[in-house]
């Protein structure tokens, strides 16, 4: 396990929407290393940036032509290794996306692999034996070459599978998962992976990391098997390199697959999904966060227990306040409720990650043009908002010319308005997460257990290590009476709280630390 997650706090970047620097209306690397300084003040350790590899761009990058090449528009490689680099000084970790399942159709690999004379990169893919022959159950691609055969997707039409083989064969063009083909895979994504860890970088963030082998079984043994294998490598040769899953089964992904964390995403039936945006009962929202106070920690609880009773020896299970496929968190979620959300993602254990803009509370954009394959997710992926000025800050560029237009409203929040306001969502953020670094009882490897969580009912009370927490993100005052409490005070507060003897009053829309012994 790399020593450095036991405090990381990670920032996510989507690199073509965070800042300009030259003036094109598109993020770039130099963008980030200028603002390296902004994201160390907010206190994060560590970055994951979604693609910047070479790309048509047919999915924001989740189409890689060049794993080994930095996509024109955000610069050069030699400007990837000065961002490992100059983050490296300020303390900051770098992990970049790893797009193992598919490549673009423009990738080398699959431009050898659709010839119909046989060669090297013939089995890179998924390829039926005939141009008439579809793949049950997938989706796939026919009469796109002269070869004849028919390829599996993975997602969009131009994204070809990669072929790690198949579990279940049924068919005579299926390979084994040990066949030579899926191993040449396997390997490939490792030297891709050795040439950026050796360049710099400190490690990955999977994407779709359980899809690979397929048909395979619901433990989902044989994808898991492959990734074991990818963390043996890294023991030996990295072994302060993180790998972090979308996978969002820790079992799966951590007990299974060795990866050291795995994100808990907003998947449905997902415990998640009860906290900041309830898609589960349907009509009114009845998410955790919200001040109406009909929400019931009891269903987040209930999923997330057992995962991380699970997996807390071997893995850390990743919580976040949103990423580059949801919502943003603001589109729910007032920013005092949003204060009371972000506590609890702070403080929980595992590895916290913090979108880009979410810690100003930048709204989720509803009803824009899809741009690159973003379709619904276009909203969460708008750009950084910096100040007041053109382009909020993130361009020089022409509007018509900007990746994706920015937040028009008046009143669109930015970090100038932000930074010296001690009551802003991001000075709430920013404290948090000092509160986090201050005490390793907040980190990644503490323990967590319920002290109180009644169905339907406020506070939530947990401990992590020998510090005790409350929340209640309700409009009402709360009391609460348990032996627990005795001798405890409050050393970091969110809204109001108070404690006497055993019983602990904590006012709406608050959240509260509590240390034995302390006086504030």
């Not at 043996?232 to 390199?241: F, G, K, S, T, V």
């Not at 609880?301 to 009773?309: H, I, R």
């Not at 109180?452 to 209640?472: C, D, Q, T, W």
Request: glycine share 8%.
């Amino acid at each position: 396990m790399p020593t450095w997650l036991k405090d990381a706090v990670f920032y996510e970047i989507y690199p073509q929407s965070f800042y300009d620097t030259n003036g094109d209306g598109i993020g770039d690397l130099e963008g980030i290393i200028q603002k390296l300084d902004y994201i160390k003040e907010l206190g994060c350790n560590a970055l994951w940036i979604n693609p910047m590899y070479d790309s048509p761009f047919m999915d924001a990058g989740y189409d890689v032509r060049d794993y080994k090449k930095v996509a024109a528009r955000y610069g050069t490689n030699e400007d990837a290794y000065r961002l490992f680099e100059e983050a490296h000084k300020r303390g900051i970790k770098v992990l970049l996306d790893l797009v193992p399942g598919h490549t673009s159709d423009e990738h080398a690999w699959f431009n050898a692999s659709k010839q119909p004379e046989e060669n090297e990169y013939s089995g890179r893919y998924v390829w039926t034996n005939g141009a008439f022959v579809g793949v049950k159950d997938h989706p796939y691609m026919a009469g796109m070459s002269d070869r004849n055969g028919a390829y599996m997707l993975n997602f969009f039409a131009s994204q070809p599978a990669l072929n790690y083989g198949w579990l279940d064969r049924t068919e005579s063009w299926m390979s084994a998962v040990d066949s030579p083909e899926a191993i040449a895979t396997k390997e490939a994504m490792k030297d891709i992976m050795r040439f950026w860890l050796d360049h710099g970088a400190d490690g990955f963030r999977v994407d779709m990391a359980d899809s690979l082998v397929k048909n395979d079984d619901n433990k989902k043994s044989a994808t898991a098997k492959i990734w074991r294998d990818v963390r043996n490598m890294l023991d030996q040769e990295y072994p302060e390199a993180a790998l972090v899953s979308e996978w969002s089964n820790p079992e799966q992904a951590i007990n299974g697959g060795g990866f050291h964390m795995d994100f808990y995403l907003d998947h449905w039936h997902n415990g998640y999904n009860t906290l900041l945006r309830d898609y589960e009962t349907g009509g009114e929202d009845h998410s955790f966060f919200l001040k109406s106070g009909k929400g019931d920690i009891c269903r987040f609880l209930n999923d997330y227990m057992p995962k991380y009773k699970a997996t807390k020896q071997n893995g850390y299970i990743s919580m976040f306040t949103c990423n580059h496929d949801t919502p943003r968190p603001a589109n729910t979620l007032t920013p005092e409720e949003l204060k009371i959300a972000y506590a609890f993602i702070l403080t929980m254990p595992g590895v916290p990650f913090i979108y880009y803009g979410d810690e100003i509370g930048m709204r989720y954009m509803k009803d824009i043009r899809s741009k690159e394959g973003g379709f619904h997710r276009t909203g969460s992926r708008t750009p950084m908002q910096w100040n007041n000025s053109v382009n909020k800050g993130f361009s020089t560029a022409e509007a018509h010319q900007l990746y994706l237009a920015v937040d028009p409203s008046k009143d669109a929040p930015n970090v100038a308005d932000q930074l010296n306001d001690e009551n802003s969502l991001y000075a709430t953020t920013k404290s948090l997460v000092a509160l986090r670094h201050m005490h390793a009882d907040l980190q990644a490897d503490a323990d967590f257990n319920v002290i109180y969580a009644e169905k339907e009912k406020m506070p939530f009370v947990y401990r992590r290590g020998k510090l005790i927490l409350s929340i209640n993100p309700s409009s009402l005052e709360e009391t609460i009476s348990l032996d627990e409490l005795q001798g405890y005070k409050p050393i970091y507060t969110i809204g109001k709280a108070s404690i006497e003897d055993t019983t602990l009053t904590i006012g709406p829309s608050s959240f509260v630390v509590l240390q034995r012994g302390y006086i504030l």
